[in-house]
């Protein structure tokens, strides 16, 4: 470089530093926002909900799901007298807190309670809640038909994105996380698919039985399910997590085609993650008429049963990718999930990542 006179050498540099900002204000990320788009916020939090108790009666033939949702929760911050819930379609029958019955508001689809009281933070009430409903949407039933008069009586719930709402009560957004446990009743000749640990299961008189589910590790509300029907079952136990497998009666040679690779995605997810499967075991059930492909309920996944081959379909394709993709949401959607759908393709993204991994694997 020739000799610079001082002036001379900081207009060169700040000739320099000019064209480096304006590559940099090009360069910088920038929102793909859409004409018209408008900023959408998570809603604010005023209760902190730590765990959730279903106590319900679910049955396909009538339609109709019954019972109480037991919310055990604290304010985030001394003087709240009241929480909104989401509750869509229902009919509600009456509120208690802490076993007191207090005066609630209902306007379809938000439920909102008064506590009677301001509460202090961090002290934990009993918020429940008797409802019943006909879902339209969250809580699907299907049945045989005139025109299909081969098709399985069963019941399934499908809550992402905020569908939950149509079955439970509840905060229906994933910025929170709380346990869950499902006491759930259902007609003679029929089992329940949930999530997490199935502590016991008891029959009643008149041929219902009930199974108690409970899932420990905290979780999004949209990733609660239930599965309602009668399905053949296989379990396989593969270092030490029980994988389950569900679907239609006679079709059990089908079930272990079409699942064959799954102990080697777990081996393979456990692996590429670092961080071992977490949960109790996995589930992966096939029903009829499901909306999407896949659906990856915390420790329980749900599939249609489109995806599930037999002998002659298992010549020309497989499921793999649609069974990895949903298996790797355990890890990436379910243990860690987003704060707000506008970073939902992390989900997905992660999800489709990981099953190309195993592809190439």
Sequence with gaps: MPDLTDIEFERELSGHATCSRAVAAFAAPKPFVLAGDTAHYAPDLLVNVRHIKLEISINPKTKRIAGSATHYLSAINDGVRSVTFDAAEMRISGVTVGGKAVKYDYADPHLRIDFGRA????????????????????????????????????????????????????????????????????????????????????????????????????????????????????THNVDGVPLQYYGPRGREGDLERTLKRTPEMLRFFNEVTGAKYPYARYAQTFVADFIFGGMENISATTLTDTSLLDKRASLDADSDGLLAHEFAHQWFGDLLTCRDWSHGWLNEGFATYFEALFTEH
């Excluded at 299909?148 to 905020?162: F, R, S």
């Excluded at 029959?203 to 599965?227: C, D, F, K, N």
Aim: aromatic content about 10%.
């Design 119 to 234: 509460l202090k933070a961090g002290v934990e009430v009993e918020v429940a809640i008797t409802y019943e409903a006909e879902p339209r949407r969250g809580l699907y039933f299907v049945a045989p038909d005139k025109d299909y008069p081969k098709k399985p009586l069963h019941a399934w719930t499908q809550g992402q994105d905020e569908d939950s709402r149509h079955w439970y009560p509840c905060i229906d957004f994933p910025n929170h996380r709380q346990s869950t446990e499902v006491i759930v009743t259902m007609p003679a000749g029929m089992i329940s698919i949930g999530n997490g640990a199935l502590k016991s299961t008891k029959a009643a008189r008149g041929g219902s039985t009930t199974y108690h589910w409970l899932m420990e590790t905290p979780h999004v509300t949209y990733l609660l399910s239930q599965i309602v029907g009668d399905f053949a079952e296989i």
